[in-house]
């Protein structure tokens, strides 16, 4: 078993085994980790040893007993080294002492005198803040939140509060847990209860309630946005290339397909001309595979003071919160700043760049990224290549069948019946428009027909399309040149 496959428990058991007397666990969930220890002094040894807690406040607890003046670190530290055979203590909040130069004497005091005793301290804490002086000595693993089977256990006795004795069947508690994977145990419980004290019924709404839960995660980043799903491939008008592809991976996310050993989607990337679609396409596999979707904002990710370490922290936040959808929106943008290849671009770009595809290439979480591109000449070959993305599309301007299907979709959203348009002749009339441009004209029509007192008409339609000058008209040679770039290295979205 490799150590990514290593829950938390077992991590801490080898780390025993292996005979370090002082553990550092990273652990947002101090309760979690608490248990381990718990158990462990209980079955580590052939019997029961003694476990304890410190904390800045009560100092040390062992069970109902409270030693006395301990609440300070070198104090407790000192009863520590004095307590007699075999036992486990766990410090919470020494992170906030551990860069006193008198707390790392004594710990690595410590590390010699707790060696070869069986006497075992174990430090947690959310963040890892080990001084250069105590490297040596501590050893560091992460406590993993809850899996799988730890969240199904979990719902198996909350089932029951809300859902009655018979819980929730197998299948929707597969799904439930799913949805919960990358929160502790204790949001969990606070997700469950929230969305289903009120009304007791497992459903798409209640289903994209728990997934929306994920978006407090991630405002606490400041640059992952959570996106609603909020379209459908029904508001798609065209691209059956790119749909189908979505469609026939659709269940590849579920625990069926990963029980089978099915491979699991590292991500596509979507180039073409601005307006086609792309941004509507990326929202709409949320819906789709009904997961959530996280935006990654790289204009905040370069206004901090540390990019290359927001950057790092944003990946693994949503590789926490996985199975989810990463947005990456106008890549090219992240990765050379705007800036063609030798114009002093900025040292950190090149790290970030770095950084992202060794992660696309490694990354272990089910979290399928979905990259937009515009400026597809910036592109480095690196980021195209099979390995890290699985296929690249590129979005034309719409052919006259999918600008039908535009005009029909959009037409429903302004209350107006389809079938009263002559959508043939709107689609011929729109030659070189883009999906947004024709969204657009349909818009402003239906605004002046509202303003007007009446529904819209064709002739609303045609003299707002007349007054449109599209963007294949003012960009000419920009298009044939992303046409020409994106010729044999992408898959047309659009079927022929």
Known sequence: MSDVAVRGPE?????????????????????????????????????????????????????????????????????????????????????????????????????????GKGRFLVLV??????????RKEIYVL??????????????????????????????????????????????????????????PVFDEESY????????????????????????????????????????????????????????VPKGILLMGVSGCGKSLSVKAISALWNLPLFRLDMNLVFGTDNPEQTFQRALRTVESLSPALLWIDEIEMAITGGREAGTGADASLGRIFSTF?????????????????????????????????????????????????IFNVHLKKVGSDASLFDVVFLAKATRGFVGSEIEAAVQSAAVEAFNQGRKLNEDDMSKMLTATV??????DEQIK????????RAMPASKA
């Open 357 to 405: 595809l060794t992660w696309m290439q490694e990354k272990q979480g089910l979290v399928f990224v979905a990259a937009t591109a515009n400026r597809i000449h910036l592109l480095p070959a690196e980021i195209i290549r099979k390995g890290r993305f699985d296929q690249v599309f590129f979005l034309d301007l719409p052919n006259e069948n999918e600008r039908k299907a």
């Open 142 to 199: 992460d406590y993993d939140l809850p899996d799988e089977s730890e969240i199904l256990f979990l719902l198996g006795h909350l089932g029951k509060r809300y859902f009655g004795e018979k819980g929730l069947s197998d299948e929707d508690a597969k799904r439930l847990a799913m949805g919960l994977k990358g929160l502790t145990q204790d949001e969990t419980e606070h997700v469950v209860s929230r969305v289903f004290s009120r009304r």
């Open 470 to 475: 599209p963007l294949s008209r003012t960009m």
């Open 208 to 263: 994209s309630e728990v997934l929306a839960e994920k978006e407090q995660a991630t405002r606490k980043d400041g640059v992952l946005e959570f996106v609603p799903p909020r379209f459908s491939l029904a508001d798609i008008g065209g691209l059956e290339n790119l749909k189908e592809w979505l469609v026939k991976r659709k269940k590849l996310f579920t625990k069926e397909a990963l029980d089978a050993g099915m491979p």
């Open 11 to 115: 991590r801490i058991r080898r780390a025993l085994l292996g005979g370090y007397p002082l553990l550092y666990v990273v652990s947002w969930e101090e309760g979690r980790v608490e248990r381990a220890i718990a158990t462990l002094a209980q079955k580590f040894y052939e019997k029961p040893v003694p476990f304890a807690v410190w904390s800045c406040v009560d100092g040390i607890v062992a069970g109902t007993e409270r030693w006395p003046d301990t609440a300070d670190p070198l104090k407790a530290l000192d009863a520590i080294l004095a307590a007699p055979g075999p036992g486990f203590f766990l410090m919470k909040d020494l992170t906030a002492f551990v860069a006193k130069p008198e707390v790392v004497r004594r710990l690595r005091d410590a590390y010699r005198a707790l060696k």
């Open 125 to 134: 804490s959310p963040r890892l803040v080990i001084p250069d002086d105590l």
């Open 481 to 488: 040149a992303i046409k020409s770039w994106a010729h044999d």
